[in-house]
Protein backbone atom coordinates (compact mmCIF):
# COMPACT_ATOMS: atom_id res chain seq x y z
CA UNK A 1 0.00 0.00 0.00
CA UNK A 2 1.25 3.27 -1.57
CA UNK A 3 1.35 6.55 1.42
CA UNK A 4 -1.18 8.63 0.41
CA UNK A 5 -1.15 12.43 0.57
CA UNK A 6 -3.85 13.64 2.94
CA UNK A 7 -5.01 17.50 2.64
CA UNK A 8 -6.76 18.47 5.82
CA UNK A 9 -9.58 21.27 5.19
CA UNK A 10 -9.06 24.70 4.28
CA UNK A 11 -11.07 27.20 2.68
CA UNK A 12 -10.89 28.24 -1.35
CA UNK A 13 -8.66 31.40 -1.55
CA UNK A 14 -8.72 33.56 -4.34
CA UNK A 15 -5.99 35.61 -5.92
CA UNK A 16 -5.48 38.56 -8.41
CA UNK A 17 -3.33 37.02 -11.67
CA UNK A 18 0.27 36.82 -10.74
CA UNK A 19 3.47 38.31 -12.80
CA UNK A 20 5.02 36.07 -15.45
CA UNK A 21 8.34 34.23 -14.21
CA UNK A 22 11.24 35.20 -16.87
CA UNK A 23 11.67 31.84 -18.72
CA UNK A 24 15.24 32.38 -20.15
CA UNK A 25 15.20 30.46 -23.51
CA UNK A 26 17.57 30.07 -26.67
CA UNK A 27 14.94 30.71 -29.67
CA UNK A 28 11.81 32.73 -30.35
CA UNK A 29 8.30 31.20 -30.67
CA UNK A 30 6.70 30.08 -33.58
CA UNK A 31 3.35 32.13 -33.70
CA UNK A 32 0.49 30.57 -35.46
CA UNK A 33 -2.05 31.63 -37.80
CA UNK A 34 -4.86 33.09 -35.77
CA UNK A 35 -7.51 32.04 -38.39
CA UNK A 36 -6.66 28.57 -37.72
CA UNK A 37 -7.96 26.88 -35.15
CA UNK A 38 -5.89 24.77 -32.43
CA UNK A 39 -6.38 22.82 -29.15
CA UNK A 40 -9.49 23.62 -27.22
CA UNK A 41 -10.52 26.00 -29.85
CA UNK A 42 -11.73 23.23 -31.57
CA UNK A 43 -14.02 21.64 -28.90
CA UNK A 44 -17.93 21.45 -28.84
CA UNK A 45 -19.09 24.81 -27.73
CA UNK A 46 -15.63 26.33 -26.91
CA UNK A 47 -16.06 29.71 -25.95
CA UNK A 48 -12.69 31.76 -25.25
CA UNK A 49 -14.12 34.11 -22.07
CA UNK A 50 -14.78 30.96 -20.00
CA UNK A 51 -11.08 30.12 -20.37
CA UNK A 52 -8.66 31.52 -17.88
CA UNK A 53 -5.76 32.91 -20.16
CA UNK A 54 -2.66 31.29 -18.93
CA UNK A 55 0.59 32.12 -20.03
CA UNK A 56 3.97 30.32 -19.31
CA UNK A 57 5.73 31.71 -16.69
CA UNK A 58 2.91 32.90 -14.58
CA UNK A 59 2.91 31.45 -10.79
CA UNK A 60 -0.05 30.46 -9.31
CA UNK A 61 0.21 29.88 -5.18
CA UNK A 62 4.07 30.03 -5.50
CA UNK A 63 5.28 27.79 -2.12
CA UNK A 64 6.15 24.72 -4.76
CA UNK A 65 9.96 23.70 -5.11
CA UNK A 66 8.80 20.24 -7.19
CA UNK A 67 7.14 20.01 -10.30
CA UNK A 68 3.41 19.17 -9.91
CA UNK A 69 0.63 19.85 -12.72
CA UNK A 70 -2.06 22.16 -12.30
CA UNK A 71 -5.22 22.13 -13.82
CA UNK A 72 -7.31 25.59 -14.50
CA UNK A 73 -10.96 25.23 -14.73
CA UNK A 74 -13.34 27.03 -17.05
CA UNK A 75 -15.37 29.97 -15.18
CA UNK A 76 -19.16 27.96 -14.93
CA UNK A 77 -21.14 26.89 -12.20
CA UNK A 78 -20.83 22.92 -12.92
CA UNK A 79 -17.25 23.27 -13.20
CA UNK A 80 -16.20 22.52 -9.87
CA UNK A 81 -17.53 18.90 -9.62
CA UNK A 82 -14.16 17.55 -9.50
CA UNK A 83 -13.23 19.30 -6.96
CA UNK A 84 -15.92 18.28 -4.21
CA UNK A 85 -15.49 14.42 -5.63
CA UNK A 86 -11.80 14.45 -5.12
CA UNK A 87 -12.37 16.12 -1.38
CA UNK A 88 -15.00 13.76 -0.70
CA UNK A 89 -12.45 10.75 -1.59
CA UNK A 90 -9.55 11.80 0.09
CA UNK A 91 -12.02 12.49 3.41
CA UNK A 92 -12.56 8.70 3.36
CA UNK A 93 -10.48 6.79 5.98
CA UNK A 94 -9.86 3.10 4.36
CA UNK A 95 -6.64 1.44 3.33
CA UNK A 96 -7.95 -0.20 0.05
CA UNK A 97 -5.49 -0.83 -2.23
CA UNK A 98 -7.54 1.22 -4.58
CA UNK A 99 -7.06 4.01 -3.37
CA UNK A 100 -3.51 4.21 -4.49
CA UNK A 101 -5.01 3.77 -8.16
CA UNK A 102 -6.67 6.64 -8.33
CA UNK A 103 -5.10 10.37 -8.83
CA UNK A 104 -5.75 12.61 -5.86
CA UNK A 105 -5.11 16.24 -5.51
CA UNK A 106 -2.25 17.97 -3.63
CA UNK A 107 -4.16 21.05 -3.27
CA UNK A 108 -7.51 23.32 -4.74
CA UNK A 109 -7.75 26.89 -4.55
CA UNK A 110 -9.19 29.47 -7.06
CA UNK A 111 -8.22 32.31 -8.96
CA UNK A 112 -10.01 35.25 -10.48
CA UNK A 113 -9.62 36.10 -13.87
CA UNK A 114 -11.27 38.56 -16.43
CA UNK A 115 -14.80 36.86 -16.89
CA UNK A 116 -15.09 35.16 -13.41
CA UNK A 117 -13.40 32.87 -10.68
CA UNK A 118 -12.00 29.61 -11.73
CA UNK A 119 -11.05 26.35 -9.24
CA UNK A 120 -7.37 25.03 -9.78
CA UNK A 121 -6.39 21.65 -9.07
CA UNK A 122 -3.18 20.50 -8.14
CA UNK A 123 -1.59 17.05 -8.88
CA UNK A 124 1.29 14.99 -9.20
CA UNK A 125 2.65 15.10 -12.70
CA UNK A 126 2.24 11.89 -14.76
CA UNK A 127 3.28 10.75 -17.94
CA UNK A 128 0.84 10.59 -20.62
CA UNK A 129 -2.20 9.42 -21.19
CA UNK A 130 -3.11 5.62 -22.43
CA UNK A 131 -5.03 7.12 -24.95
CA UNK A 132 -1.38 8.49 -26.41
CA UNK A 133 0.65 5.53 -25.37
CA UNK A 134 -1.48 3.73 -27.52
CA UNK A 135 -1.15 5.86 -30.28
CA UNK A 136 2.52 5.93 -30.48
CA UNK A 137 2.59 1.73 -30.66
CA UNK A 138 3.36 -0.10 -33.73
CA UNK A 139 0.49 -1.91 -34.01
CA UNK A 140 -2.14 0.59 -32.08
CA UNK A 141 -3.51 -1.61 -29.43
CA UNK A 142 -2.07 -3.10 -26.04
CA UNK A 143 -0.57 -6.59 -25.94
CA UNK A 144 -1.54 -9.08 -23.43
CA UNK A 145 1.39 -8.55 -21.70
CA UNK A 146 0.28 -4.39 -21.24
CA UNK A 147 -4.11 -5.72 -21.22
CA UNK A 148 -3.65 -7.35 -18.03
CA UNK A 149 -1.80 -5.61 -15.62
CA UNK A 150 -3.73 -2.40 -16.58
CA UNK A 151 -7.02 -4.74 -16.29
CA UNK A 152 -6.08 -5.53 -12.66
CA UNK A 153 -5.24 -2.09 -11.74
CA UNK A 154 -8.59 -0.34 -13.16
CA UNK A 155 -10.88 -2.82 -11.45
CA UNK A 156 -9.00 -2.68 -8.10
CA UNK A 157 -9.58 1.20 -8.62
CA UNK A 158 -13.69 0.56 -9.52
CA UNK A 159 -13.90 -1.30 -6.47
CA UNK A 160 -12.40 0.79 -4.13
CA UNK A 161 -14.72 3.90 -5.60
CA UNK A 162 -17.75 1.72 -6.00
CA UNK A 163 -17.75 -0.22 -3.12
CA UNK A 164 -15.81 2.04 0.31
CA UNK A 165 -16.23 5.70 -1.61
CA UNK A 166 -19.63 5.14 -3.07
CA UNK A 167 -18.75 7.49 -6.13
CA UNK A 168 -19.35 6.47 -10.10
CA UNK A 169 -16.43 7.97 -12.16
CA UNK A 170 -19.18 8.02 -15.54
CA UNK A 171 -16.39 8.58 -17.47
CA UNK A 172 -14.03 6.09 -17.89
CA UNK A 173 -12.16 6.24 -21.15
CA UNK A 174 -8.16 6.16 -22.43
CA UNK A 175 -7.51 9.40 -22.14
CA UNK A 176 -8.70 9.47 -18.45
CA UNK A 177 -6.02 6.83 -17.75
CA UNK A 178 -3.19 8.05 -16.86
CA UNK A 179 0.61 6.70 -16.80
CA UNK A 180 3.03 7.92 -13.75
CA UNK A 181 6.68 7.58 -13.64
CA UNK A 182 9.30 6.18 -11.31
CA UNK A 183 11.67 8.44 -12.92
CA UNK A 184 11.25 11.84 -12.40
CA UNK A 185 14.53 13.52 -14.43
CA UNK A 186 11.59 13.33 -17.05
CA UNK A 187 10.16 16.43 -16.09
CA UNK A 188 13.64 18.15 -15.95
CA UNK A 189 13.64 16.99 -19.68
CA UNK A 190 10.76 18.67 -20.20
CA UNK A 191 11.35 22.17 -18.86
CA UNK A 192 14.69 22.05 -20.72
CA UNK A 193 12.76 21.24 -24.05
CA UNK A 194 10.76 23.94 -23.47
CA UNK A 195 13.96 26.68 -22.57
CA UNK A 196 15.46 25.48 -25.70
CA UNK A 197 12.53 25.40 -28.16
CA UNK A 198 9.64 27.14 -27.01
CA UNK A 199 6.08 26.10 -27.40
CA UNK A 200 4.27 27.14 -30.94
CA UNK A 201 1.50 29.66 -30.37
CA UNK A 202 -1.88 31.41 -30.93
CA UNK A 203 -1.80 34.60 -29.50
CA UNK A 204 -5.49 36.47 -29.93
CA UNK A 205 -5.72 40.04 -27.36
CA UNK A 206 -4.62 38.79 -24.19
CA UNK A 207 -4.74 35.21 -24.65
CA UNK A 208 -2.21 32.79 -25.84
CA UNK A 209 -3.28 29.54 -26.68
CA UNK A 210 0.10 27.36 -26.94
CA UNK A 211 0.42 23.95 -29.10
CA UNK A 212 0.85 20.69 -27.13
CA UNK A 213 4.23 19.02 -27.70
CA UNK A 214 3.28 15.60 -29.41
CA UNK A 215 4.30 12.49 -26.78
CA UNK A 216 7.35 10.75 -27.83
CA UNK A 217 7.84 7.03 -26.93
CA UNK A 218 11.88 6.97 -25.70
CA UNK A 219 13.19 3.94 -26.78
CA UNK A 220 14.36 1.36 -23.92
CA UNK A 221 12.97 4.29 -21.80
CA UNK A 222 12.03 2.02 -18.23
CA UNK A 223 10.55 4.99 -16.10
CA UNK A 224 7.05 4.03 -15.83
CA UNK A 225 4.87 3.79 -13.40
CA UNK A 226 1.21 2.64 -12.26
CA UNK A 227 -1.90 3.75 -13.90
CA UNK A 228 -4.23 5.97 -12.17
CA UNK A 229 -7.78 6.71 -13.17
CA UNK A 230 -8.09 10.60 -13.30
CA UNK A 231 -10.78 13.11 -14.46
CA UNK A 232 -13.50 13.33 -11.73
CA UNK A 233 -15.60 16.04 -13.58
CA UNK A 234 -18.36 13.76 -14.47
CA UNK A 235 -18.67 11.53 -11.29
CA UNK A 236 -21.37 11.30 -9.13
CA UNK A 237 -21.32 10.56 -5.09
CA UNK A 238 -23.55 8.19 -3.50
CA UNK A 239 -24.36 4.41 -4.17
CA UNK A 240 -28.44 4.86 -5.25
CA UNK A 241 -29.62 5.63 -8.33
CA UNK A 242 -28.90 8.30 -10.59
CA UNK A 243 -29.68 9.84 -13.67
CA UNK A 244 -29.27 11.62 -16.68
CA UNK A 245 -27.20 11.20 -19.95
CA UNK A 246 -23.56 10.49 -19.08
CA UNK A 247 -20.46 8.60 -20.85
CA UNK A 248 -19.18 9.06 -24.12
CA UNK A 249 -21.70 7.64 -26.75
CA UNK A 250 -19.66 4.83 -28.03
CA UNK A 251 -18.72 3.87 -24.31
CA UNK A 252 -22.71 4.62 -22.76
CA UNK A 253 -24.70 1.58 -21.22
CA UNK A 254 -27.89 0.46 -22.56
CA UNK A 255 -29.88 1.87 -19.57
CA UNK A 256 -28.41 5.13 -19.96
CA UNK A 257 -29.11 5.12 -23.54
CA UNK A 258 -32.56 3.86 -22.69
CA UNK A 259 -33.00 6.71 -20.16
CA UNK A 260 -33.19 4.53 -17.49
CA UNK A 261 -31.86 5.46 -14.29
CA UNK A 262 -28.89 3.93 -13.52
CA UNK A 263 -26.32 2.79 -11.00
CA UNK A 264 -22.65 2.36 -10.39
CA UNK A 265 -22.68 -0.46 -12.66
CA UNK A 266 -22.39 1.65 -15.64
CA UNK A 267 -18.84 1.81 -14.61
CA UNK A 268 -18.58 -1.94 -14.89
CA UNK A 269 -20.02 -1.88 -18.14
CA UNK A 270 -17.74 1.30 -19.36
CA UNK A 271 -14.58 -0.52 -18.50
CA UNK A 272 -15.54 -3.87 -20.62
CA UNK A 273 -15.83 -1.87 -23.74
CA UNK A 274 -12.61 0.15 -23.05
CA UNK A 275 -10.77 -2.90 -22.18
CA UNK A 276 -11.75 -4.61 -25.76
CA UNK A 277 -11.28 -0.86 -27.81
CA UNK A 278 -8.20 -1.20 -26.33
CA UNK A 279 -7.00 -4.97 -27.09
CA UNK A 280 -8.68 -4.86 -30.80
CA UNK A 281 -7.54 -3.05 -33.43
CA UNK A 282 -11.45 -2.04 -33.63
CA UNK A 283 -14.09 -0.37 -31.49
CA UNK A 284 -16.53 -3.25 -30.04
CA UNK A 285 -19.59 -0.56 -31.06
CA UNK A 286 -19.78 1.97 -34.18
CA UNK A 287 -22.95 3.22 -32.84
CA UNK A 288 -23.08 5.43 -36.46
CA UNK A 289 -26.24 5.37 -38.86
CA UNK A 290 -26.26 5.62 -42.76
CA UNK A 291 -25.67 9.90 -42.26
CA UNK A 292 -21.93 8.90 -40.12
CA UNK A 293 -23.58 10.43 -37.43
CA UNK A 294 -24.48 8.62 -33.65
CA UNK A 295 -27.74 6.63 -33.33
CA UNK A 296 -29.17 5.55 -30.51
CA UNK A 297 -30.97 3.03 -32.59
CA UNK A 298 -28.00 1.77 -34.56
CA UNK A 299 -26.00 1.26 -31.17
CA UNK A 300 -28.74 -0.78 -29.28
CA UNK A 301 -28.75 -3.02 -32.60
CA UNK A 302 -25.09 -3.44 -32.52
CA UNK A 303 -25.53 -4.60 -28.55
CA UNK A 304 -28.15 -6.75 -29.33
CA UNK A 305 -25.90 -8.51 -32.20
CA UNK A 306 -22.82 -8.92 -29.89
CA UNK A 307 -24.51 -9.73 -26.42
CA UNK A 308 -27.79 -11.40 -27.95
CA UNK A 309 -31.40 -10.45 -27.00
CA UNK A 310 -32.28 -8.07 -23.97
CA UNK A 311 -34.01 -9.66 -21.34
CA UNK A 312 -37.64 -8.30 -21.20
CA UNK A 313 -37.82 -7.54 -17.30
CA UNK A 314 -34.63 -4.66 -18.19
CA UNK A 315 -37.04 -3.33 -21.36
CA UNK A 316 -39.84 -2.70 -18.91
CA UNK A 317 -37.87 -0.51 -16.86
CA UNK A 318 -38.14 2.05 -19.89
CA UNK A 319 -40.96 3.66 -22.11
CA UNK A 320 -38.03 4.76 -24.29
CA UNK A 321 -37.84 0.91 -24.86
CA UNK A 322 -40.88 0.95 -26.99
CA UNK A 323 -39.05 2.67 -29.75
CA UNK A 324 -37.15 -0.41 -30.61
CA UNK A 325 -38.41 -3.58 -29.24
CA UNK A 326 -42.76 -4.30 -28.42
CA UNK A 327 -44.42 -5.38 -25.83
CA UNK A 328 -42.88 -8.69 -25.79
CA UNK A 329 -39.21 -7.76 -26.59
CA UNK A 330 -39.22 -8.62 -30.33
CA UNK A 331 -36.92 -6.08 -32.29
CA UNK A 332 -39.08 -3.73 -34.28
CA UNK A 333 -36.55 -3.47 -37.04
CA UNK A 334 -36.02 0.24 -36.34
CA UNK A 335 -32.52 -0.62 -37.94
CA UNK A 336 -31.03 -3.70 -39.00
CA UNK A 337 -29.57 -6.26 -36.43
CA UNK A 338 -26.23 -6.65 -37.93
CA UNK A 339 -24.71 -10.19 -38.17
CA UNK A 340 -21.85 -10.30 -35.84
CA UNK A 341 -20.97 -11.62 -32.87
CA UNK A 342 -18.32 -11.41 -29.68
CA UNK A 343 -16.18 -14.30 -30.89
CA UNK A 344 -16.55 -13.27 -34.59
CA UNK A 345 -15.10 -10.00 -33.50
CA UNK A 346 -11.89 -11.03 -31.14
CA UNK A 347 -9.47 -11.77 -33.66
CA UNK A 348 -6.19 -11.93 -31.81
CA UNK A 349 -7.07 -14.68 -29.67
CA UNK A 350 -7.35 -18.23 -29.84
CA UNK A 351 -8.46 -21.27 -27.86
CA UNK A 352 -8.81 -21.49 -24.31
CA UNK A 353 -7.19 -17.52 -23.91
CA UNK A 354 -10.41 -16.64 -26.65
CA UNK A 355 -12.75 -18.73 -24.67
CA UNK A 356 -11.90 -17.11 -21.40
CA UNK A 357 -11.85 -13.54 -22.78
CA UNK A 358 -15.10 -13.60 -24.38
CA UNK A 359 -16.61 -15.13 -20.83
CA UNK A 360 -15.29 -12.50 -19.18
CA UNK A 361 -16.25 -9.67 -21.41
CA UNK A 362 -19.73 -11.05 -21.40
CA UNK A 363 -19.84 -11.15 -17.56
CA UNK A 364 -19.01 -7.22 -17.39
CA UNK A 365 -21.43 -6.61 -20.48
CA UNK A 366 -24.70 -8.91 -19.43
Known sequence: MQKFLRLGRRALSTRPPSPLRAIRNKSSATTLDPAVKIEEERMPGYEKHLFYPVHIGEVFKGRQHRYTAL??????????????????LQSSKTQHPGKGKVRMMLDIFEIDGP??????????????????????????????????????????????????????????????????????????????????NLSPRKVTGDYTIYQSRPFKLKKGWRGWGLSLLCDFGAARIGSGEHEGLIQPSLYRAPEVVLGMKWTLKVDIWNLGVLIWDLFEDHHMFDGRGPDKKH???????????????????????????????????????????????????????????????????????T
Open 115 to 196: DGSHQCLVNEPLVTSILHFQAVLPDKSLGEDMLKPLLQELLVALDYLNSEAQVVHTDIQAKNIMIGTMDPSIFSEWESQETE
Open 71 to 88: KVYICHSGSKQEGRVLQH
Open 295 to 365: SDAQLLAEMVALLGETPIEFLHRSQESLKYWDDSGTWKGVVEIPEDSLEDSEVYMEGKNKELFIQFMRKML
